[in-house]
Structures are given as C-alpha cells and as structure tokens.
C-alpha cells in the first residue's frame, strides 16, 4: 500500500475512459490502493461533485487522495486545483465550485493552483479534452504516492479565492427551522437538508414528536403535513414519512419503504427551501 | 494483503455512502483488498441479496468477509449477525433472511450476535440510519483484517434460528421435475431454476433431447412449449430456446441471442413454477 | 502487487457473476491487483467490446493481462486465445472480432490457443456457459502472476488468422475528408471518429477554422452544417457544435453541453459516414 487514491467523475463507468485513468496511476505507482468515489455524477453537476466528496472525505485517512473531474470548462483558461483538508486529505479538481461544501463545512487549510502545461502526464499536450487522465489523475497518484508534495504541484491560492456555488445557511427561532433541501439519498428517495442536528437538540425533541413540515419551490407550497420524528424509517408504518437523523447527522425526511421525492415530486438544491415548525400542543 | 473484504448492498453506486463504507474499512487496516459484489440489488430485496451471496461466496478463499447490506429494518431491534459457512467464509449481515440460500445450499457452520452498540465505529453513536457504515463494514474490516476474532465479535447464536425466507424444494418424479424459479441471469434474461444437474443426470438426459416446459405463475399458465436441452445458448438458432445447465450447476432456461423473461413475461420467486416433462416417443 | 488484471464484460454488475471471477482469480494469487474496465457493454457487441479495449489498454504497464469477454458463442467450436500486443500488455478473450482494433491501430505481436478442456478452473467441467469464470479469468490471474508464462497457456496461432469485422479506414483528399463513426463518448454523446489528428495537421487546420460537415447513413443524408473547429467544448457557445480532438488523438464531433448524438439522431458503426469538407473562400 503505497497510498489512497479516489476517483470521481461524470464520466461514468460504460466505456474506457476511468479505465485509461486507473491505467495512468498505476504506471505512476503500482502499489496504489485506487478506488471510486462514483462515477454516475449528472453530466456536468458540480453541486452534485461537491456534495459527494463533503459525504465520503471525512471517512478516509490523512493523506488519502481524491481525484474529482466534473468540468464542464475542460480547455478554457479555468484553474486546476489541490485542496487540502483539515483532515490532511487532499483534493485534485477544477477550480469551478467543486469545493463549494467542503470549504463551508469540512474545512480547507491550503489550496495551490497546478500547472496543467507543465505538471501533465508526458505525451498528452495534445489532447485537450481529457484533463481527468491527463493532468488530475496523472498529479493524485504523483501526491498519493508520495512521488510529489503538496507544495512542489502549485502555486499558493487564497482559499477564499476558490470558485464556489452560493448555500443558503440553515436558521433556527424558537418555533421554526428553516433550511435548504440539498440532495437526495438518490436509491431510496429520501430529502437531504442542511439542517444540523444540533438545532433539534437546542429544542430538546425527542423520537415521537411531532413537527408540521412545509416544503417551498421559489416560494411555491409543495408540500404541507404533520411529520413525526423518528430514529429511523422503520418506526413508522409502511408508506408513512418520518423525520430523521441521516448518516452526516443532518435532519432528513423520508417515507418508510417508499421514496418522499417521487411520491411529492420535490427537488433539491437552493430553490428548495424546508420549514419545520414546532406544534403548540392546544 | 490483509484479508479480503466484499461488499453488498442496495445502496447504488451515485453517492457517496458505498465510498465512505470504504473509507471506514481502511481506516481499520489500509491493506485490505475491498471489492464489491453489488450495490445493484433492488431496494429492500432479501431475496435477491441472499442469492447473489449464494452466488458468489464459494469462489472466494476461506477467511473472506462478505458484508451485505439490505437492510429495511436499520434503526429497529432485528439482529445484526455473523455467520461462518463451511468454506471459512464469513457473512455480517442483519438477520432479516439473507443468509437464507446459503444455510440452505451452502452450509452455515455456526452464527454470531453483534452487539450494535459497543462493536462500532467510534463516534456514530448518534447516526442510527447507516449501519452499513458504523457496524457491518467498521466490524467487517476488523474480522478480514484478524484484529477481532469470530468468537469476539458477539454471542453465540443457534444456526436454526435464524431468520429464513422459505424456499420450494425441487422435487422429481418418474417422468416430470418440479421446481421454482429462484432469480434472472439479468443482463441476458435467462431464468435460473433451483433444480439441480443431479435431476437430469438421473434420468440420463442428452445434449439434443427434447422436454415440455410448463412455466405457471400462482397456478396460472404462463409458458407451455417443447425446448431442446443443449450445451449452451449457441447450440439451437437464434432466438430459439434452449434448456441449459448454468454456472451454478443449475437447470437454466433461455434464449439464444434473447431474453426469456421480456419474451414470455415471466417473473422470479415462490409463486413461479417450472415443470419439466420428459416426453412419450410414440 | 503481484500483477495487473483488467476486466471486461457484457455481464453488468448486478448480480454475482464478475464477483465470482474476481474470487476466482484471487484464489490463483491474493496479491493482484484487479479492477474493471466496463462490465456494461451492451450484450453481444463485440465491437464496442473491441474499441474499449483500444481505447485503455495502451495506457496500462507491459504485463497488464485484459480479460475481455463478450462472448455470443460461449459452448460453440469458437476459439478462446490469449494475443500479446506491441506494448507488452495481454488480452484473453473468445476469437470472435474482439481484438479487431488491437490488431489495426495498436499492434499484436503474437496470439496462442487456449486449450479450454485443460488449461481451466479445476472442477469446472460440468459448466458450460461460464467461461469468463472457468476458462477467461482463471488464465488470466495465472499469466497476470507470472505463474503461468504467454508460451506456456497455449499453442501458436497466427495473427493474421484471427477473426475480425472489417474496418473503414479514413481517407483524406485536397479539400475532403472521409472517415467513419466508430463509437460515441456516451455519457455526453459526442462522436468519435477514426479521423486521426495527422489528417488536420497535414491540411494545416487552425482553431476557428469552420467545415462543411456531413454525416450519411448507408448513403443518407443524416446531418449537414457548418462547424467550427475548437480545442474543447467550452469553446463555442452552449449548445453549439464543435470539431475537436479526442482522447485518442482522433476528431471529434461534439455539443458544448449538449449531446450531439441525441439532438441529430446519429448512431455508429461502418454504416456511418462523415465527410468533411473544406470551405473555399469566395
């Protein structure tokens, strides 16, 4: 084990070209431990990029590398980046929001710009296409594998210089907590906010309270019921929603054995707004 | 190598949960080798996660760790297991039936309680929706890995009472073979049978012989046609069907350049029933 | 790290087929080192089996055994072979056009026979429709790891014997360009062609330069515009197409945010052309 190194992309996985990346890693360092993140981000969904690598990140050690390419501006003048986190992993991504999450909420101590005429995989100036293989992947293995430090890939950059998506902060009042809808838990349907634990501790709630939940679209009503809080899907019956706490110790909202975001048709990201309001008990 | 760690779930692969299972894994013992059966198995199907495990385990070296994932009932008072088959094989799992085809087929030598609460990753108590994460695989790492022993892993439990789902047996007859049709050969839409090459071995089947096939879903006729028995798909004409004996040893039914089950609309599981006619020369 | 193996298939990754060859293998040698390639050709296509295989394996180290197996004739008289290719890699697969490509643009240095009675998992006899587990992947870990040598898995054949599709090759005039359509770059539906770079180079072509495009199937019509040639996507405006280079140093054809396959209803294969014109300047 020479190092972790962790791929994402919008590429996805029916053709050959994480292949040709992993293939490049490897002649870096074939000791590399290589694995993926995912692959089936939406085409060009940096919000989605960034939301993926603030999940998983946390998870894996220092030192650890993750490769993200989303990039949509693939040969035009935007900059190739290496984030490090507080945690003492690092990122390799292009500089178009990716690191949106990550900078508000795990944490980013130092990023340097990449030099992608200078710093790429030899032979590949022609190609303008494939920064993924040849400059993101060809640099996470190069750090992964200790071949390069962080400071020898860049340039210093001002952190609060990176590129970033705008977040709608979460706000808790005495009777009422709003938040944003950020993603789903794609498999099985169920809503994500930003909305931190800590708010239903600051209000005492315990499983089995009650809330009167209201979903929001750019102001429009979407969605409108009383929701109990519970530990987890299952202790409520079959179909019936429930409030949770979900893996990133985030409030959730889910339906029992059913998907909430199929079944009331809600979205996510920032026109998404989500009001729970504590019920007077008559 | 320091041990080997598959995993299962029905989580998909487009977020971030499948990789911070991964990430948890390593922080325990950075040189083990993951890989993945599947996270592909539909939402909350038991069934399903049990064959593919049946499917799979055999092949790998005694001392594997396959962690399975298809969990319903994550946060309420089902168990959360370890079960030792009779290769040396390990499955940590929620027992909720998964481990149903391999006490079944493959042989369950004895079977383990994990107590949830204190064999898990440090700091997540408060996380009470991804056990795939905090136990299974955070206690899966530590067994592939030999930092934690089966017998310290939790309290003994019966093999018989374990939670099953049940499972037809195939019977036959002088000239008919009853059996059920367990699951799809999905890409290619064969149906795999639970009757075994024993069967046709004892009637002295030969590669060309002809039989009548009756498929009946709840009694009702679905499919009735004679179908030759060949080596392979290759050996009848395109998009004719051919009765075959696939990878687990098993009768299959399919179509040659075809799928069986989009043709003729037929399902999986108890209520699908296959008879096999051994035909009268006349 | 013991070895490099790479796998292909037509397979998909829902069920516990590519996990029991995996297990298969690493019970030939724990310490490999195994990933995909693509398990998610469409069933049967060997072409597409073909150009992935292009499109990866030259980025990978001399040694790197490719385990491809999209195989309609599973069970039939069609040879299983192991070819060795200019760059020191290997590939096993079923001889039936899967190594078309390899053989036209990468080079094959030499090709041998696998005898499937002998050279197999040990008591696999009995399956005969699994050779990816059996026959493909179990050779494939004994090459891979040295325990087995290229002379010793089989007799010699040569390559020119080998079965392949026909291939179009492109052709260049004064003002005129011909080539075909071999495969999109799926997830965002732009074409690859086989035009390689040399052809623009030898005309002298600029960025900005603007041609006459037209895309015929069988001799029709099916696209004619003027299009503009840039060094990615991103430089033409969203939704407009764009002339590039690919990955492979070959043109493409592409939509800045769009895909081109979907808007204009183009498919691949020898029975798609695309010529491209030099416009005069009246």
Redo the contacts between chains.
């Keep these: ?1 020479a190092g ?1 190194l ?1 791929v994402q992309t ?8 994480v ?2 990346m ?3 890693a ?2 870096v360092e ?2 590399l ?8 981000i939406e ?2 969904n940096i919000h989605d990029a960034s ?3 603030f ?2 990140t946390m ?3 220092a030192g ?1 590398v993750f490769v993200s390419v989303v990039d ?5 003048e935007r900059r190739s980046v290496v984030a490090k986190l507080s945690g003492g992993q690092y990122i390799i991504t292009p500089d178009n929001g990716t690191l949106t999450y990550l900078a508000a909420y795990t944490g980013i101590e130092a990023v340097r710009q990449i030099d992608e005429t200078t710093q790429r995989l030899p032979g590949s100036s ?5 920064h993924g ?1 040849d400059v993101y992947m060809f640099n996470g293995a190069r750090l992964a594998s200790g071949k390069v430090s962080f400071e020898e890939l860049g340039s210093e950059l001002e952190v609060k210089d990176l590129v970033r998506f705008p977040l709608v902060p979460p706000k808790q009042a005495e009777d009422k907590i709003t938040g944003s809808i950020d ?1 789903l ?4 349907g169920s809503l994500w906010t930003n909305i931190p ?1 800590e708010f239903f501790k600051k209000w005492g709630v315990a499983y089995g309270d009650r809330f009167l939940v209201r979903i929001y679209e750019n102001e429009v009503l979407r969605y409108e019921d009383r929701v109990i809080f ?6 409520v019956g079959e179909k019936e929603s429930v409030l ?4 990133l ?1 985030n409030v ?1 909202l889910g339906i029992n ?1 059913g998907s909430f975001a199929d079944t009331y048709k809600i979205g996510t990201g920032t026109s998404w707004k989500i009001i729970i309001k504590k019920e007077r008990v008559a």
């Design positions: 084990m972790f962790v919008d590429f996805g996985l029916q053709d050959g070209a292949n040709a992993y293939g490049v490897y002649q074939p000791d431990t290589i694995t993926n993140l995912t692959h089936e085409p060009y939301y993926r690598l999940q998983s998870y894996w050690p650890t949509p501006g693939v040969g035009t022609e190609s303008h296409t494939f293989r993603i838990d794609i498999r099985f634990l519970g530990r987890s899907f299952a202790q949770y706490i979900n893996s110790l959730g054995l």
